[in-house]
């Protein structure tokens, strides 16, 4: 049997395939290469651009209600798209990839229908030196508000 995904992991869902629609047929000025869910060690990253979806922090709160009864959960998750660029006109192309990017979750606020509002944080340019070489880009961190069922984190 499938696993049941909840209002959380559907989000991040969401925000992976919006990811994957930075494409020039779309509309976009690059096409993403690879958008990966979480960094499998190991795996080295040839093909650039591309998006690494990393679930960071969330915060709930659950407002009592007029009535004095609990209400719907409201969640804030925060998300980082770490973006990774070729180093030659690295910061050219990291600024390209955030307009396009930015442009791409502006387009859908709701992520289809399960946020209440995605808000854009800010931005951070990264250079990173390991034992792969240089890594490069720029890190796009937005915050998700949601919410979701009184007892239940599958449902509305």
Same mark, same amino acid.
């Given at each position: 049997a499938a696993m049941?995904?909840?209002?959380?992991?559907?989000?991040?869902?969401n925000i992976a395939s919006t990811m994957e629609g930075i494409r020039m047929?779309?509309?976009?000025?690059?096409?993403?290469q690879r958008v990966l869910r979480a960094r499998v060690?190991?795996?080295?990253?040839? #093909?650039?651009?591309?998006?690494?979806v990393v679930e960071r922090s969330e915060t709930k709160e659950q407002p009592s209600?007029? $009535?004095g009864l609990l209400g719907k959960w409201s969640c804030a998750l925060?998300?980082?798209?770490?973006?990774g660029v070729r180093n030659d006109e690295m910061a050219r192309e990291a600024n390209l990839l955030l307009a396009?990017? #930015?442009?791409?979750l502006l387009a859908e606020l709701p992520r289809g229908g399960l946020a209440v509002l995605t808000?854009?944080? $800010?931005?951070?340019?990264?250079?990173?030196?390991?034992l792969e070489g240089t890594k490069a880009g720029i890190t796009v961190v937005i915050e998700v508000r949601y919410r979701h069922a009184d007892q239940d984190p599958f449902v509305p």
């Open positions: 049941p995904d909840s209002i959380r992991e559907r989000i991040a869902q047929v779309n509309g976009f000025d690059v096409d993403v060690p190991g795996v080295k990253v040839q #093909e650039f651009p591309t998006i690494l209600t007029p $009535g925060t998300v980082a798209l770490v973006c396009n990017v #930015e442009k791409a808000d854009l944080v $800010g931005n951070e340019i990264f250079v990173t030196e390991d």
